[in-house]
Nanobody, 121 residues
Framework: QVQLVESGGGLVQAGGSLRLSCAAS????????MGWYRQAPGKQRDLVAT??????NYADSVKGRFTISRDNAKNTVYLQLNSLKPEDTAVYYC????????????????WGQGTQVTVSS
């Protein structure tokens, strides 16, 4: 069984920085793409950034402020959040497309449990 566990959220003042981490654990799996999404109260879950191979993709609202990176050896994806704004307040979720090696290999999308980021003005 594969799990994604996020960490690094917290309370920060506007203009501050945070670094989120998301580590995949388990056995007999391979990760293709990974990403970060966020969900503010009363709103839908929105894309923040994705990384696949050497390619990254960002929501317009975070371009130039957030950076996604990945450590393949550690099966971990990071999100560096700089110049934070109150509107960045949300629960941040990571996801990953993971292939499970079994009698029949299959791929599915996994989600982490989320980590709260709160930016005060």
């Amino acid at each position: 069984q594969v799990q994604l566990v996020e960490s690094g959220g917290g309370l920060v003042q506007a203009g501050g920085s945070l670094r989120l981490s998301c580590a995949a654990s388990g056995s007999d799996f391979s990760i293709s793409s990974m990403g970060w999404y966020r969900q503010a109260p009363g709103k839908q879950r929105d894309l923040v950034a994705t990384i696949s191979g050497g390619s990254t993709n960002y929501a317009d609202s975070v371009k130039g402020r957030f950076t996604i990176s990945r450590d393949n050896a550690k099966n971990t994806v990071y999100l560096q959040l700089n110049s934070l704004k109150p509107e960045d307040t949300a629960v941040y979720y990571c996801n990953a497309y993971i292939t499970i090696f079994s009698y029949t290999n299959y791929q599915r999308l996994y989600w982490g449990q989320g980590t709260q980021v709160t930016v005060s003005s």
